[in-house]
């Protein structure tokens, strides 16, 4: 296995909760309501604890769901409705699926835990591999400035629930940023547990998804701000995007 195997080996269990309180998924719901992506097999990448895989496969998607994390799969398998779907280990750089797909998704930042522009490049040419014919990569991505915005601050937030409290702490590294977070959870007798985890991510703009894209001869079909559903301004937090494979001949005109 590559890089980040390991970062979510204590987060993946409160991972769920904590996504419902933020409500991104919704959003993932409501693209696939407004694209209508026509096809039949589908390859969640980096797909965590399942919830883009799962609602595919209620849309009645073949679905393949690809992650690094051992603890995210696994909380991943042991949710209603998740027999159908296979759940496999891999890098989002190096990932073999089992067959071509018609539609490749990548949500809620995940793209943002590759930190090199040849890591991007090398993620985006495994899904161009993947994808049949009229394929598309559906994906998500924040931006330098959305990281900025987002984390840019340090100011530490406190997060709690039932038996559990934690500390996210950003940090900015030029050009990356860092949360640490720091959590306590209560186990069965009563005492508390500490765990510590650092995720380190780093922002792409339109630019270098379009250089990532143009290695991999593919490019953007469709471009929009996260939050708005327009095209995106300098200040747009997390883009969403579109990618199709280039016929050959047509890259870098
Ligand atoms: C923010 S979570 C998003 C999970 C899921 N896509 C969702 O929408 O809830 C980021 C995921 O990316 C995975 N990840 C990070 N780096 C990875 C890599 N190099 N290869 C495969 N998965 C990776 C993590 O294990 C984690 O499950």
């Not at 998740?82 to 998704?105: C, M, N």
């Not at 993620?123 to 993947?130: S, Y």
């Not at 143009?214 to 883009?239: H, K, Y």
Request: hydrophobic fraction near 40%; charge should be positive; charged fraction near 25%.
């Amino acid at each position: 296995m590559g890089f980040n195997e390991h970062i979510y080996r204590e987060f993946a269990r409160l991972y769920d909760g904590e996504m419902a309180r933020i409500g991104f998924h919704e959003k993932w719901k409501a693209l696939f309501d407004r694209l209508r992506i026509p096809g039949k097999r589908a390859l969640d990448l980096a797909c965590g604890t399942g919830t883009v895989a799962l609602e595919l496969a209620g849309r009645g998607w073949e679905v393949e769901g690809v992650d690094a994390s051992a603890e995210m799969l696994e909380v991943a398998r042991g949710r209603a409705g998740s027999a159908g779907i296979r759940w496999t280990r891999g890098d989002l750089r190096t990932f073999e699926a089992g067959k071509p797909v018609d539609l490749v998704t990548c949500a809620f930042d995940s793209v943002n835990y590759l930190l090199r522009p040849e890591d991007l490049a090398a993620c985006f040419r495994q899904v161009a591999a993947h994808l049949a014919p009229g394929g598309r990569f559906l994906f998500d991505a924040i931006t330098p400035w959305g990281q900025r915005a987002v984390w840019g601050d340090g100011a530490a937030r406190i997060r709690h629930g039932e038996g559990w409290f934690g500390v996210w702490e950003p940090r900015r590294l030029h050009r990356l940023s860092q949360l640490a977070l720091t959590y306590f959870e209560r186990d069965g007798a009563g005492a508390w547990r500490r765990w510590e985890e650092t995720h380190t991510e780093r922002g792409w703009s339109k630019s270098d998804l379009g250089r990532a894209a143009r290695a991999a001869r593919m490019e953007i079909e469709s471009l929009w701000d996260g939050s708005t559903c327009q095209a995106p301004g300098p200040r747009a937090i997390r883009l969403h995007a579109v990618c199709r494979p280039v016929a050959s001949g047509r890259i870098g005109i």
